[in-house]
């Protein structure tokens, strides 16, 4: 089994980077393969809605040349994958965001490539607007029919300076935890596979409230 972690961080080991090793290094432990890809330190662009990744259903955005198709396949080829970003203004910072607009989509049009796959959100905040980022990339998951394993709080850690997460108790214990958490949702589905039919997945409902 193998996690593919997304780095939104500009700052390729800063904090964000910490947090997602601090995860990773209990996936391993339980035997879990992980990678981290550096998203924010690339030059991303936004989803234009040109729609020929629906068109083309080819598993890719026309916009190519800058990293979002390749991450497209490792996310299709991993078993787990966790996000992780930085706050900017209460929010995910605009590389990965424009990042996660792209790569959900085209995984999206192309049959659904991360449904029931295992996917996890972590946040690295200097002093708030952690909650709200990490609702807004738990958006993703939710709308691709992703898995997503609990901690025991919000998967939210703290520190200002490269390194300084680690000095936050509580945030360590949340990524572990998370990790752990993680870890055993894998081997359940991977347990399961052959075993417990997966419900089937239904084609999406469009509707406007305004006729």
Not at 167 to 193: P, S, Y
Request: aromatic fraction near 8%; glycine fraction near 10%; hydrophobic fraction near 40%.
């Amino acid at each position: 089994m193998k996690v593919v972690a997304f780095n939104g961080s500009p700052n390729k080991e800063g904090n964000t980077w910490n947090a997602l090793k601090i995860v990773t290094a209990e996936l391993e432990a339980e035997g879990v393969e992980t990678e981290i890809v550096h998203v924010g330190n690339k030059l991303i662009r936004g989803c234009v809605a040109c729609y020929q990744c629906v068109k083309n259903k080819n598993e890719q955005c026309v916009q190519a040349g800058d990293g979002v198709n390749e991450w497209v396949q490792k996310m299709k080829q991993a078993d787990g994958i966790i996000l992780g970003t930085p706050v900017h203004y209460s929010a995910i910072g605009g590389t990965m965001k424009s990042f996660l607009d792209r790569a959900f989509f085209v995984c999206g049009v192309n049959d659904s490539l991360l449904r029931h796959k295992v996917g996890a959100s972590v946040v690295a905040v200097r002093r708030s607007g952690g909650v709200p980022t990490f609702d807004q990339l738990n958006n993703f998951l939710n709308y691709a029919e992703m898995l997503i394993p609990a901690s025991n709080y919000w998967n939210v850690i703290h520190g200002r300076t490269p390194g300084e997460v680690v000095q936050d108790l509580e945030g360590v214990q949340i990524m572990r935890v998370l990790g752990k958490n993680m870890a055993w949702l894998m081997k359940l589905v991977e347990h399961g596979k052959g075993t417990i039919t997966p419900p089937e997945r239904e084609a999406k409902t469009m509707f406007s409230f305004i006729h």
